[in-house]
Every structure is written in structure tokens, then in C-alpha cells.
């Protein structure tokens, strides 16, 4: 009798790079209908969008190199088009994006020879190439509670055209970091800004449910054991620390730790972008030193920096420094001195 | 090392209460519900018994017999060579029919040298045994010669000859002996059936070792499920332990019956990287080694079966079995009402550490402790492999503390020094990161393919060292006989040369041949005294010898 030889281990496997996947996209649910709730349909079609492309460039890349297409369901660049079409203003023109995308998914990930070989993260590569190239689109934000149907915020997309009877300045609105940097600019000090209506319980207006429900979402993610505490940890105590450091020496220019931590991408970022474990740190302790750089460095492009959130920068840099980060943080290894 | 045994605190047998924990490890799901509880059966007397020469770690032992030679069983068939080595008894009666190479239990399929005995069926002893020794009045040193003739081997899978170990005691002070009875891999139950069904043995065996090693304190570790074992040694402890063994359970996470990690988990302390448990006054022994001692001191009996737990949905009847040493897997498998129809993963061993076979027609040697045969149901064949994504989940569980994610890199790309430079040698083969890797990268496969190719590679520098070394010596060699033919005939020249040296010279070689002339015409004058009466044919010989001294005066 002739018996199969495998490798050892030999017990069935559990896990599995798709799994992962879809539990990164499960926890985004909750951030994600906050949006909605929010922002209207536009986020949606954004995520329709940008799913699309990257499904079909993954696809045509895969095909082009030779590499089984059905490495497709794996998500990745599923989990990419979503948490790209995220950082996006949610009534983005259509070609937005599904230029992101295409960089993302072609260039950042596939010429560098697909997953777990990209260098960059590709969401985040995407997202800064249409942040440099379109500035105007990527800062119109919608503002909270916009009434849009679906279907008129589907015309708007893909035409540029609004129903009569609105207008576009009433359905943007500048992000609350953007407002406080224009009024900071204007001299105005924060606590004067306190009444205005772009701040909400404890941060920015509507922002602040977003970041909360992001956070349920990693917590769920810590918890099911998809990433692990040291990148989160760290971007948030990196960005809450020089945040503190700065409101201690002047509230009247620099807003709170909490205002940080739940503004723009903080908690996405955190929790969803930061921890993508290609480009990122590999080392237990280089995990918590790279989401410590990334809080420090989102917070100086945030508060010095010309543009509207520090996140997407934060990360690249930092997956700059992954490998040498990884170099000098090797664990001590079983029987060996430090 | 030095400076570990002496930063070892010595630890006091109180303070063994507290447990501490190693990083990672896995806690799986244990499969012992059938074989836990079946209690221990013969095999039997197969009709034939293969008996590899290497059993263990170190040099295989030397054959004593012929083919034809009837043996009787506890005979010794083969010897031991070298200090790292051991004994090979024959575990029943019959005929040597042949010693050739025959497939042994290996990964990679191997053949190697074995002893066949055609069984009689007797199973008969030469003599009656001989009496249970003393062991409380007997040295450390004859225990061990006693242990070491018996031919045990660590019987917790490693195969390392005990006695070797037993001896780390004469140079270093033991504090600890430690019995290892954490069966950690699933399926496995033979050491848990043999603290069941043997409790009194396996503590007595424990005592002997405790005489043999002298240490200060003894710990036999068992899992936190195995109650029944427990409460056996309890019990048979409870009639006197005034040695003072200690039990103690360990926390059922995978794989803390490895030797490294039950020892953090005891003391604390690390085993250093390429040193031993003895560097910081350690020694650990399995508990069914500790049964074997029994039978070699007290009942006087050779290490000749061991307890195998055959079990598996590919296994009619899961079973554990006292099998004798040399005795087929097939056989074993028959007496376990042989495979179910849906077998097809056949392994030696547990499921995380066991390797795959692709035949029964192997023998049971004295390290293995399981036969697990398994439908796909059971164990699926591994998906295809997906690229790594660092995700870091082999780190987190890895018991040695490595970052198996790079060392999987380095591995993959053939990168062989950063690969050691990660510690690759730390990596016990523990299987947790492959287990856990959500791309189903065969990790384990990647580690040991690399650990193969650099002791090749070190194989191959050690040759061309020698040569190179062989090659410079002889080119310095040749350089200095030079040198010297030089410098001499530099002196000689400077004698030459310098103006009194040479008329001094002159006069003296003058003076020389003079006397050498002179010396030889009164040679040639002398006239022999005895040449008077001789035969033509002596005289003729003379003349020829006046010729050839003549020749040899002419051409001088």
C-alpha cells in the first residue's frame, strides 16, 4: 500500500489569507454605514467603483504575468479598492477613484510582483498619487447629513450635475481639520472656534462617530486576532502623545489629544491601513516603533503639513523605514543572551 | 556555557510551586479521547523482527552475529561503538537470517544497516534473570554501566544513549532531574497509559535515576489532563517517597513536552542556544526511559519493546500496544485490526513533529512512540501555498522566539547566511508556524531544506579547508627548504669569500687528502694475516674484491 507523504505539520490548517481578508472588510461594515449615515450615498459608489477596478486590474495583471487568476479571491485588492475608496470624498467624480485604483492595484502592488511583495502600501499609494495630481476633487468633502439620493448622487458621480434644487456649496462643507487650519490661519484661537458648528461632542462633527466605529471595528479585529495590538497601539499613542505635548503648551493653537486621535483617518488608519502586515513592520517591537512613527509623523502633516490629513504620508514614509526598523528590533531568541 | 551554570540560582524544591510560561506555543486539539483509555496490549511475537543498527543519536552500534546464528532473546546482538552510541539486544528468540539494508523509519525514505531475526516463536531467555540489583547501595558509575549495557536510549523520540547523559552529572552538579511524562503532541498516549498501568515501575525507574544522577530535587512534569496517570503516581508515590519526587502538572500548550520549553516552564531559565539542559544543572528524562532503567536494574532486562500508541481514523481499532523493538508497522497495524478503507496519510510519530511514510514495511525502533494513520477527512492534504504577507501570526507562536516570517525569506531565496544569522539552528521543527500560516506555506519543509543545505555547505568548506591547509602547508614547506638551501649556500659563499677564512680552509683540505693518501697506502701495504691455505674459489673472491676496491680508489 502506497500512503501520501506530506510535510510535517500534519493537523488541517484553520486560517487562510482570504479569511483574513473578509474579517478586515466585516469590521470595516460599521465604519463604513457611519459614513453613509453621515455622508449619503456617495461612499458606496466609491466603494463600488473602486472594487470594480481593482478586481479587474488584479485580474488583467495576474493574467499578464502569467499568475493563476484565481489568486483574485484572496481580497487583497478587493480589501485595497474599499480602503482607498474610504480615504476619498465621498461625492468624488467617478474617474477618481478608478484612477487610484489603477495606480494602487497595477503599479504599487502588481509591478512590484503582487501580494506580499509590495513595498508601499497600495491604497495609500493610490490615494497620495490622486491627492498630488487632483487636490481640488480630493478636498470636497461632503457636508454631514447631505440628502442626496441615491440615485441623483449616482448622476452627480459619473456627470458633474446636480438637481435643481441644490446647490453645490450646501452639500460641501471643508473637513473640521481643514476649517481649524483656515481659522487658525485667520488668527482665530480654538477656543473661540468652540461654538462653531464643525465641532462635535469631542471632536470634529459627525468625524467623531466615524473614528468610534472604526475603533469597534479594530477592536473586533484585535480580538478575532487578524492583526495584533502593536501597530494600533502605537499610531494611536505616537499621534496622542506629541498632541498632548503641543495642547499643554498651547491650547489655543493646538487642539486636544482626543481631537487627534478622533479626526480624519486616525482610527481607520490605525486600525485598517496602518496594520496592512506587507508593507508594514514585521517585528513585535518594530510594530509598535513604526505606528508610534506613523502618529508622530501624521501629527506634524497634519498640523504643519499643506494638506488635509497626514495619514496616507505617515504610512509611506514609514514603510520606508519597515525594513530597518525590522533590522534593529529582533526579538532575543530562545536560549540566547540579550 | 560556564556562566549560565553559575547565574542558575540554585533552586530549592519549594520553589518549583510557581509555573512560567514560554513564548507562543499552540493549544490544539488533543484526539486522546480512544487511546487515553485503552489500556496497554502486547503486539505479540511478529514472525520477523528488523533491528536497525542505529536506533539513537550518534555512531550505530557494531554487529556481533552472523547470519545463521541462533540468538536468544536479551542477547546482545550488536555493540556499541564509540562513546556516543548504544547497545542493541535481540527482543526475542530465533534465527539471524541476514544483516543487510532494509527501510527504516526516516523521512526521506531511507535504507540502513539492520539485524533480521527470524522469530522461533519462544520468545525464550538464555538463562534465568539474573537478581534485582541494589541500585541504593550501587554507585552513580555502575548504574550507568548497567544502563548503558541495557542499550536504553531516550524513548521520548530524540533516541539520545542515556548513559550519556546520566554522565553529564560526574562533571557538572545536578539540581534538577526532570521526567518528562508531557505527552504535548495529539493522538499520543503511551506515556499516559504507562503512568496508568505502570505507576510503581515508572517511580521506582525514577528513584534508580535519582541514585544515578544525585540531584538535588526531582520533578516528574505530566499534562494538566492526564488526572488518571496523576492520581496512579500519587498513589504510588503515597507508600514512601522519601526522595522527595515531586509531580507536577504543566498546562496543556503545545509544545511544552519539548525539553527547552518544559524546563522554562519549570525553573525559568533558558537552556542556552547550542548548549544543555546539564549547562544549567539539568537533567531531563523521559518517562518511559525511566521504566526502561527499571527493567534494566530491577527486573535485569535489556531495553526490548517499548509502549506505541497506533491510532487514527485510518485505524480500525486504535490501540496501544508493549511492542517488541524491530517489530514491523505492518504487523502492529494487523494486530490494530488494520487500516479503515479511506487511509491515506500513513505517519511515524505525532501529527505536528511525525513524518510521512509511504509504506508500512518499517520497524519499530525504540524512539518511536506512535503510528498514526489518517483519512483525508482526518487530514486534508495541504492547500497550494499562497506568497507570505508578514502577517507575523508564525511569530507570534513561535516557541523559540524567532521571526519565522524571515526566516522563510531568507530560506526561500537560498540566502543561507542570513538564515543562520536568524538563528535558523534555534528552530526545534515545532510545526506551530506552519500551523498557524494563513498562506499555508509548508514552513517547516522550508527550515529543514536549509539546515541541509548549509551542513552540506559546511561539509564542503571543512574538505577544502583541509585541502587548502594541506596545499599552504606544502607550498611553506617547499619555501623554507628553500630559504635554507639558501642561507646555506649564502654562509658557505661568505666563507668562501672572506679572504683568512679561505687559505685556512685551503691548508685544512690539504691537510685532509694528505692523510686520506696516506691512510690508504698503508691499508693497501698491510697484508691480511689469514690468507694462507685458501681454496681457489676464496682466493678468487678476494681478487674480485681487490679489483673492486681498486676501481673504487681510482674513481674516488
Known amino acids: 500500500m502506497e500512503f501520501k507523504t506530506y510535510s510535517s505539520p500534519h493537523l488541517p490548517v484553520s486560517g487562510s489569507v482570504a479569511t483574513m481578508m473578509q474579517r478586515v472588510l466585516i469590521a470595516l461594515l460599521p465604519g463604513i454605514a457611519c459614513v453613509i449615515w453621515l455622508f449619503g450615498w456617495g461612499i458606496v459608489i466609491n466603494i463600488l467603483l473602486a472594487s470594480l477596478t481593482a478586481l479587474l486590474a488584479e485580474a488583467a495583471m495576474l493574467a499578464l504575468r502569467k499568475r493563476p487568476v484565481m489568486t483574485l479571491r484572496d481580497g487583497s485588492a478587493l480589501l485595497t479598492g474599499v480602503l482607498l475608496a474610504l480615504a476619498l470624498p465621498p461625492l468624488a467624480p467617478w474617474w477618481i477613484p478608478v484612477i487610484g485604483c489603477l495606480f494602487a492595484i497595477v503599479i504599487a502592488k502588481q509591478l512590484y510582483g503582487g501580494l506580499g511583495y509590495n513595498p508601499f502600501n497600495p491604497a495609500m499609494a493610490g490615494y497620495v498619487v490622486l491627492l498630488i495630481s487632483f487636490p481640488l476633487e480630493l478636498t470636497m468633502w461632503s457636508a454631514p447629513g447631505s440628502q442626496l439620493s441615491f440615485t441623483d448622487t449616482l448622476v452627480y458621480v459619473f456627470s458633474g450635475s446636480l438637481p435643481a434644487e441644490q446647490a453645490l456649496d450646501t452639500l460641501t462643507m471643508a473637513t473640521p481639520m481643514d476649517d481649524i487650519k483656515t481659522r487658525l490661519g485667520l488668527s482665530e484661537t480654538l477656543s473661540e472656534m468652540r461654538g462653531s458648528p464643525v465641532f462635535g461632542s469631542f471632536a470634529g462633527a459627525g468625524w467623531e462617530w466615524i473614528n468610534l466605529w472604526f475603533l469597534v471595528g479594530g477592536l473586533w479585529l484585535l480580538q478575532m486576532k487578524v492583526i495584533q495590538w502593536q501597530i494600533p497601539v502605537g499610531m494611536l499613542s505616537g499621534l496622542a502623545f506629541i498632541a498632548f505635548v503641543f495642547y499643554a503648551v498651547n491650547p489655543d493653537i493646538y487642539s486636544t489629544p482626543l481631537f487627534q486621535l478622533f479626526s480624519g483617518a486616525a482610527m481607520l488608519g490605525a486600525f485598517f491601513i496602518a496594520t496592512d502586515p506587507v508593507s508594514a513592520c514585521t517585528t513585535p517591537r518594530g510594530r509598535l516603533y513604526y505606528g508610534l512613527g506613523i502618529g508622530l509623523l501624521t501629527y506634524i502633516i497634519r498640523t504643519w503639513g499643506g494638506y488635509p490629513d497626514g495619514v496616507a504620508f505617515a504610512v509611506l514614509l514609514m514603510n520606508m523605514a519597515a525594513p530597518t526598523i525590522d533590522h534593529y528590533t529582533r526579538p532575543r531568541v530562545f536560549g540566547h543572551d540579550r | ?556
Open chain 2, 1 to 556: 556555557m560556564a556562566e549560565s551554570a553559575t547565574s542558575f540560582s540554585r533552586p530549592a524544591v519549594e520553589s518549583f510551586e510557581r509555573l512560567y510560561t514560554f513564548h507562543g506555543g499552540l493549544k490544539l486539539p488533543g484526539h486522546r479521547e480512544v487511546t487515553a483509555k485503552q489500556p496497554i496490549q502486547s503486539a505479540g511475537v511478529p514472525a520477523m523482527l528488523v533491528l536497525p543498527l542505529l536506533q539513537h543519536i550518534g555512531e550505530p552500534a557494531k554487529s556481533l552475529v552472523q547470519p545463521g546464528d541462533t540468538v536468544y532473546k536479551g542477547q546482545l546482538i550488536a555493540r556499541q561503538s564509540g562513546a556516543i552510541s548504544a547497545n542493541l539486544h535481540a527482543s526475542s528468540s530465533g534465527t539471524v537470517i541476514a544483516i543487510e539494508e532494509r527501510p527504516v523509519a526516516h523521512p526521506s525514505g531511507l535504507q540502513a544497516p539492520c539485524i533480521i531475526i527470524e522469530t522461533d516463536g519462544l520468545d525464550r531467555y538464555r538463562d534465568e534473570p539474573a537478581a534485582a540489583l541494589d541500585y541504593s547501595r550501587m554507585q552513580p558509575g555502575e548504574l550507568c554501566d548497567h544502563i548503558r549495557e541495557a542499550g536504553i536510549v531516550g524513548l521520548g523520540g530524540a533516541g539520545f544513549p542515556t548513559q550519556v547523559k546520566l554522565a553529564c552529572s560526574e562533571r557538572s552538579r545536578i539540581e534538577l532531574l526532570l521526567i518528562n511524562a508531557v505527552e504535548c503532541e495529539p493522538y499520543i498516549a503511551c506515556d499516559n497509559r504507562l503512568m496508568q498501568e505502570h505507576a510503581t515501575e515508572v517511580i521506582e525507574g525514577v528513584r534508580i535515576l535519582q541514585r544515578a544522577v544525585q540531584p538535588d530535587s526531582c520533578i516528574i512534569a505530566i499534562e494538566d489532563g492526564m488526572a488518571a496517570a496523576e492520581e496512579a503516581l500519587r498513589s504510588a508515590l503515597a507508600t514512601g517517597n522519601e526522595t522527595g519526587i515531586r509531580v507536577t502538572r504543566v498546562p496543556e500548550i503545545y509544545p511544552s513536552g519539548g525539553e527547552r520549553q518544559l524546563i522554562k516552564v519549570l525553573t525559568g531559565s533558558e537552556v542556552p542556544s547550542q548548549g544543555f539542559p546539564a549547562d544549567i544543572g539539568i537533567i531531563c528524562q523521559n518517562v518511559g526511559t525511566a521504566a526502561a532503567v527499571y527493567n534494566a536494574v530491577i527486573k535485569r532486562q535489556p531495553l526490548l519493546s517499548r509502549i506505541v500508541t497506533v491510532t487514527g481514523d485510518g485505524i480500525a481499532e486504535p490501540q496501544n500496544f508493549a511492542t517488541l523493538i524491530g517489530t514491523p508497522v505492518s504487523h502492529l497495524v494487523a494486530c490494530a485490526g488494520g487500516y479503515t478503507q479511506d487511509v491515506e496519510r500513513l505517519l511515524i510519530g505525532g501529527p505536528m513533529m511525525g513524518y510521512a511514510v509511504s509504506h508500512d514495511d518499517i520497524p519499530v525502533s525504540k524512539t518511536i512512540n506512535c503510528i498514526l494513520a489518517v483519512s483525508h477527512e482526518e487530514m486534508p492534504a495541504p492547500p497550494p501555498a499562497q506568497p507570505c504577507i508578514r502577517c507575523g501570526k508564525c511569530t507570534v507562536v513561535c516557541p523559540a522566539d524567532l521571526l519565522p516570517q524571515q526566516l522563510y525569506w531568507y530560506a526561500h531565496s537560498n540566502n543561507l547566511d542570513a538564515a543562520q544569522d536568524y538563528n535558523l539552528f534555534d528552530c526545534i521543527e515545532c510545526g506551530c508556524c506552519a500551523y498557524v500560516c494563513p498562506s499555508h506555506i509548508p514552513l517547516v519543509q522550508y527550515y529543514r531544506h536549509a539546515k541541509t543545505e548549509i551542513w552540506a555547505r559546511e561539509k564542503q568548506t571543512m574538505a577544502s579547508d583541509h585541502a587548502r591547509q594541506r596545499h599552504e602547508a606544502r607550498l611553506s614547506r617547499l619555501d623554507r627548504i628553500k630559504q635554507e638551501r639558501e642561507a646555506r649556500m649564502a654562509k658557505k659563499k661568505q666563507a668562501l669569500s672572506s679572504d683568512g677564512g679561505r687559505s685556512d680552509m685551503k691548508k685544512a683540505a690539504i691537510q685532509a687528502a694528505l692523510e686520506r693518501v696516506k691512510r690508504k697506502k698503508q691499508q693497501a701495504d698491510m697484508t691480511p694475516k689469514n690468507v694462507d691455505n685458501l681454496t681457489p674459489e676464496q682466493q678468487r673472491l678476494i681478487a674480485a674484491a681487490d679489483k673492486r676496491r681498486q676501481h673504487k680508489d681510482d674513481t674516488e
